[in-house]
Each structure stands twice: as C-alpha cells, then as structure tokens.
Antibody, heavy 121, light 106 residues
C-alpha cells in the first residue's frame, strides 16, 4: 500500500527552528515528487512546492521561496520541511503529498495525514 | 503569476440536486486543472485530474469539464456525504489552489 506517514504535532516558540518529516512507503521513493501544502487554521490550501528525491531537485512557490527548505533522505525514504526561524504566522497544518504520475508534480493523489505546527510565545 | 478565481465560495443544496462549481484562470492553462474534496479534519482527496479525468473509485456523479481558462466541477444527484470543501488546483510551471467552495447539504 502506498502511504505517507508524517511526524507528530509540534509546539514551538517564535524564532525556533523546526524540521518535520514525511516517510514514504509502498513505492519507489526516488521516482516521485513530494509536494508540501500548507493549510492555516480555518483557511484554504496553499501549494508550497516540492522536492524530487531522485536528484534533490526542488521547486518553490514564490510565496515560500526563502522561507522554508525542502530536503530528502533517500536511504530513509523520507522528505523533510524545515524552518530556520519560525513565526507565529507559520501556525498551520502541513501536508505532504505525492502526485499521481512519476513524471510530473501535478495531480496530488496520495496525501499524508498532516502535521500541525503551532508557533506561540 | 496565474490566478485562479473559484466560485461560489459557499453554497447550500439538497440531496438529489445538481451543483456546479467553477474555476477561472487568469490565462490559459490548457487542461492542467485538478479538483479536490476536503472534509473537516481530513486530508484533501483528489477527485478529478486533467480537467475531466475521474480518479478510479470516485463516484460517477462527479464530473469535470473545461479547458483554457474556464473549468467546471459538477456533482449530479448530490448525496449527504458530498458535504465538504472543494478546491481546484492548476499546475502550469508552478501551482496554485483556488480559495475553495464550501458545500453544505440542506
């Protein structure tokens, strides 16, 4: 079964760093993009960008470029989303998702359950 | 950047009704348009991709159409379990979701 399992909820203070994870199973991790999607409390979905684990190619939405970092560990079949200095406005659910096709980053068919990140002083 | 205008932002309908949700792109995106359903507390689910291709396992009462700039999600014969928020998503170099349509069943 193709599955994405995300790390647990986090509560952090402004200025702290954070790295959350998305572990893939049931398919060849290196051959599909992993996309990250933000959902702020009570709001809609925001496409953040993604990483292709095969060669660590990344694509960032202009809204998130420079604000977060995507990485992947092929040996662990795990993708990561990282912040160096959190802000209260980073409070959200973060989903990882895998596209339907290995050849593109479109049509997100497999989703993780989401990681809730709360940033509060 | 390509903008997506999704409408309406919310609607209420009865079981058995036909409902239509639209997405308009600020420039042509060919057929690079997907539709998702999200229920409270759950991750989104892909319903339709490539504007009109129904994902396997999705009920046939869901239908997508359109190309270029104008796209439509139609739900024929609405069922109680269709109560959810629906999002369109384009991919054309980068990607953007529409703002969502909250569908309530009367």
């Amino acid at each position: 079964e193709v599955q994405l399992v995300q790390s647990g909820a986090e509560v952090k203070k402004p200025g702290e760093s954070l790295k959350i994870s998305c572990k893939a199973s049931g398919y060849y991790f290196t051959t599909y993009w992993i996309v990250w999607v933000r959902q702020m409390p009570g709001k809609g979905l925001e496409w953040m960008g993604g990483i292709y684990p095969g060669d660590s190619r990344t694509l960032y939405s202009p809204s998130f470029q420079g604000q977060v970092t995507f990485s992947a560990d092929k040996s662990m079949s795990t993708a990561y989303l990282q912040w160096n200095s959190l802000e209260a406005s980073d409070t959200a659910i973060y989903y990882c998702a895998r596209p339907r096709y290995s050849t593109n980053i479109d049509a997100l068919q497999i989703w993780g359950p989401g990681t809730m990140v709360t940033v509060s002083s | 950047d390509i903008q997506m205008i999704q409408s309406p932002s919310s609607l209420s309908a009865s079981v058995g009704d036909r409902v239509t949700i639209t997405c308009r792109a600020s420039q042509s995106i060919s057929n690079s348009l997907n539709w998702y359903q999200q229920k409270p507390g759950e991750a989104p689910k892909l319903l339709i991709y490539g504007s009109s291709i129904l994902l396997s396992g999705v009920p046939s009462r869901f239908s997508g159409s359109g190309s270029g700039t104008d796209f439509t999600l139609t739900i024929f014969s609405l069922q109680p379990e269709d109560s959810a928020t629906y999002y369109c998503q384009h991919y054309f170099g980068t990607s953007l979701f529409g703002r969502g349509t909250k569908l309530e069943i009367e």
